[in-house]
């Protein structure tokens, strides 16, 4: 990585915030929301004030809307289908 990719991914670390009320939850182990601007440790953060979503693991934007979070879905289908595994099997195995 170079300075600029260094200092963007700081710059996007700062302003993670989690998704409140998921209804998946699953689609949202490894999967944060980015806020337009760095994150105010007094203000609540809604999913309306996204401007993305970002996957810690494999440290990669995703386009997000509030309205349709179907990329997150897709994204955890397709690049961390062993981790969706995982949480089904442990959810199993604690009815």
Request: net charge neutral; aromatic share 8%.
């Amino acid at each position: 990585m170079d300075e600029n990719n260094d200092a963007e991914e700081t710059s996007v670390e700062r302003r993670l915030f989690e998704m409140p009320r998921q209804r998946r939850k699953e689609n949202w182990l490894c999967i944060k929301l980015i806020a337009a601007e760095d994150i105010d440790k007094r203000k609540k953060y809604y999913s309306s004030d996204a401007i993305g979503a970002y996957c810690t693991l494999c440290e990669s934007r995703i386009s997000f809307s509030s309205s349709n979070p179907s990329n997150v879905a897709r994204h955890m289908n397709a690049k961390h289908e062993d981790i969706l595994s995982k949480y089904k099997e442990d959810k199993e195995k604690d009815k």
